[in-house]
C-alpha cells in the first residue's frame, strides 16, 4: 500500500452520544422532551485528518453504530462504496415497529424497520468519512460529490405549535414564549423572518382540529401575502380531511406534506386532487413518511402517490444516496425538497454540501437549527436572507468545540436512562397522564 492510501486509512473512530436541549414544540404523537439524543461520529485517519459525522443518538442506533466503527479501523476513509455491504454484516438487527400505521414516534418517519435504523447509522459514518477525505486532499464534500450548482441554500422556517416551557419547569428555558393560536404562530413567524430572513414558512400540523390549523394557514397568507407556505399533519387526517383541507388552502399553499399515513392513502388523496391549487393547478402531495427508502419507490411513484420527495441524509444513508434519490425521482418527474428533525450544525453543514450539488432542488429546505440554541461547533452555522453560504473550506467547513461537546456527553452520562431515547409520547404524559399515541387517523 501507498504512503498516501497509508495516510487515508482509518486509524481511530469515537462515538460521543449527547442529549441537546429541544423547546417544547408539539406534534401528533406528543411534545418534544426536554432534551434530544444525538450521536457525535468521529474518524481519525492516519495521515491526522478528521472528520465528523452526525445522526440519531438513540440506544437503538447506538446498539449498531458500535461494531460498525470497530470495523472501519484499518480501512481507506475513501471507501464508501463498501460502507454499506460493511454495515449490513457487522451490525445486528434491533427492535422495530409493525404494521401499517406504526410511527416510529421520535422521527414521525413512518414504520420503524431494522434497516431503517442501520441507514440512519450509516449516514453519520458516510458524512465523517467524506469530511475526513476532504479535509486530507483539501476539497470541499461538495467537490467530492461532483461539484456545487448554487453559492447558497435556502432554508425554510419551521414553526410550531408550542408552550412556553416544559411541563414541570424541566429543560431550558427559552424566550419564545407559547405559540397555541393563529396569532402565536405568525409572531413564531415574524420572529424567524426578522432574524434569519426566511422567506417561506412550514407549520407542524396534526397538533389540533384541522380548522384551527387552517385558520393558522390564512393567518400567514395574511401576514406574509405571495410567500410559499407548508402544512405538515404528520399523516394524522382520514382522505376526507385531507381532501376537505387541500379544498380550503389550496390557493396558499405550495405544497400538503404527509396529510394521511401510507402509500395507498396518499394515493387516494392525490388521485382525488387533481386541479386544486394556485391557479387551478395541482397541489402537490409532499412525503418524508412513506418514501424514506429506495423500496418503497416503485409503489408511491407509479401509483402517483407523492409528487415531492422530502429526502434527509440520515433516511437514506448518507449524502451520496441522496444524490442518487434526486436521479430517481427526476427520472419519474417527481420533485426533490428537503427534510429535518431536530439536528446540530455537523447535520446542518452536511445537508447544505449535499444541497448545494443538486440541479433539481426548488424549494427551501426544511430545518430545526434555529431552535436548537446548543451546538458542539466552535461557531455556529449562519442563515443570510434565509440562506446558508455554500463554503469551499476542505471537508465541511466546520470544527468541533471539545468543550461544548464535554458538557453534552455529560448531560447524557448523568441521565438515568428516560431521556435517551426519543419519545414525544412518553414526553407529553408530563402534561397528560393518561396521553397515548393519537390513532390513526386522528381526524
Not at 28 to 52: D, F, K, N, W
Not at 190 to 197: C, E, H, K, N
Not at 381 to 406: I, K, Q, T, Y
Amino acid at each position: 500500500m501507498s504512503d498516501r492510501a497509508n495516510a487515508l486509512a482509518l486509524a481511530e473512530v469515537r462515538l460521543t452520544p449527547v442529549l441537546v436541549a429541544d423547546p417544547p414544540l408539539l406534534n401528533t404523537q406528543g411534545v418534544h422532551q426536554p432534551y434530544t439524543p444525538r450521536l457525535i461520529i468521529e474518524v481519525v485517519t492516519e495521515g491526522g485528518a478528521t472528520g465528523l459525522g452526525e445522526t440519531y443518538g438513540d440506544a437503538g442506533y447506538l446498539e449498531l453504530a458500535k461494531p460498525l466503527a470497530a470495523s472501519l479501523i484499518g480501512r481507506p476513509v475513501t471507501d464508501l462504496n463498501g460502507l454499506p455491504a460493511l454495515a449490513a454484516e457487522v451490525c445486528g438487527d434491533v427492535a422495530a415497529a409493525a404494521g401499517p400505521d406504526a410511527v416510529d414516534v421520535g422521527g414521525l418517519r413512518g414504520v420503524r424497520t431494522a434497516d431503517k435504523l442501520r441507514l440512519s447509522v450509516l449516514s453519520g459514518f458516510e458524512v465523517a468519512c467524506l469530511d475526513a477525505w476532504g479535509k486530507a486532499v483539501g476539497l470541499p464534500v461538495h467537490a467530492l460529490l461532483g461539484g456545487k450548482v448554487r453559492d447558497a441554500v435556502e432554508y425554510s422556517a419551521y414553526l410550531f405549535h408550542r408552550w412556553a416551557a416544559h411541563p414541570g419547569g424541566r429543560g431550558e428555558r427559552d424566550d419564545w414564549g407559547a405559540a397555541l393560536d393563529p396569532a402565536g404562530v405568525v409572531a413564531q413567524a415574524r420572529r424567524f423572518a426578522d432574524t434569519y430572513g426566511f422567506t417561506s414558512f412550514k407549520l407542524k400540523g396534526g397538533v389540533f382540529e384541522p380548522a384551527r390549523e387552517v385558520a393558522a394557514i390564512r393567518a400567514l397568507a395574511e401576514a406574509f401575502p405571495g410567500r410559499p407556505l407548508r402544512l405538515d399533519p404528520n399523516g394524522a387526517w382520514s382522505v376526507p380531511t385531507a381532501l376537505a383541507v387541500a379544498e380550503e388552502l389550496g390557493d396558499v399553499l405550495e405544497y400538503l406534506e404527509d396529510p394521511v399515513s401510507g402509500t395507498a392513502r396518499m394515493a387516494e388523496v392525490a388521485a382525488a386532487l387533481g386541479g386544486t391549487g394556485p391557479g387551478g393547478a395541482r397541489l402537490p402531495l409532499a412525503t418524508n413518511m412513506c418514501v424514506t427508502t429506495f423500496d418503497e419507490i416503485a409503489e408511491a411513484f407509479t401509483r402517483d402517490a407523492v409528487q415531492i420527495v422530502l429526502s434527509d441524509h440520515h433516511y437514506w444513508g448518507g449524502l451520496r444516496a441522496t444524490r442518487e434519490l434526486a436521479a430517481v425521482c427526476a427520472a419519474f418527474g417527481v420533485r426533490v425538497a428537503m427534510h429535518s428533525n431536530t439536528h446540530l450544525g455537523i447535520s446542518l453543514a452536511a445537508m447544505t454540501q449535499v444541497a448545494a450539488t443538486l440541479p433539481g432542488l426548488r424549494y427551501a429546505c426544511d430545518t430545526h437549527y434555529p431552535w436548537q440554541a446548543e451546538d458542539v461547533l466552535t461557531e455556529r452555522l449562519a442563515f443570510h436572507d434565509g440562506r446558508v453560504a455554500v463554503g469551499d473550506a476542505p471537508g465541511l467547513g466546520v470544527e468541533l468545540d471539545r468543550d461544548r461537546l464535554a458538557v453534552l456527553h455529560r448531560r447524557w452520562l448523568a441521565d438515568d436512562g428516560t431521556l435517551r431515547d426519543r419519545d414525544d409520547v412518553a414526553a407529553m404524559r408530563h402534561a397528560d397522564p393518561g396521553w397515548t399515541a393519537p390513532a390513526v387517523p386522528r381526524w
